[in-house]
């Protein structure tokens, strides 16, 4: 089994940055992928970034040039760097992991974009 411990979220005004962590802990084998999903009051969860073997990354549309997603191999740590952020950004935020054949999915961070 694995753990994922997810931190960041919060209250942010619109134009506001926040950094989200997610840390990968126990019985891990191979990761292949990490990324974050978010799931808005009556939305569909949807994905927000990927980071595909340590180098690949991937971005909703919605996203791109706002956010940027890292990897801490070391650490087993996937990062969501959120800039310019906007009410619509606000979301309940979920770390997903890819470890061997195994997907894995964090509790959830709130991230409230308000004035």
């Known amino acids: 089994q694995v753990q994922l411990v997810e931190s960041g979220g919060g209250l942010v005004q619109p134009g506001g940055s926040l950094r989200l962590s997610c840390a990968a802990s126990?019985?891990?084998?191979?990761?292949?992928?990490m990324g974050w999903y978010r799931q808005a009051p009556g939305k569909q969860r949807e994905l927000v970034a990927a980071?595909?073997?340590?180098?690949?990354?991937s971005y909703a549309d919605s996203v791109k040039g706002r956010f940027t997603i890292s990897r801490d191999n070391a650490k087993n740590t996937v990062y969501l760097q959120m800039n310019s952020l906007n009410p619509e950004d606000t979301a309940v935020y979920y770390c997903?992991?890819?470890?061997?054949?195994?997907?894995?999915w964090g509790q959830g961070t709130q991230v409230t974009v308000s004035s």
């Open positions: 980071i595909i073997s340590g180098a690949i990354t």
């Open positions: 126990g019985s891990i084998a191979s990761i292949v992928a």
């Open positions: 997903n992991v890819r470890d061997g054949s195994r997907y894995y």
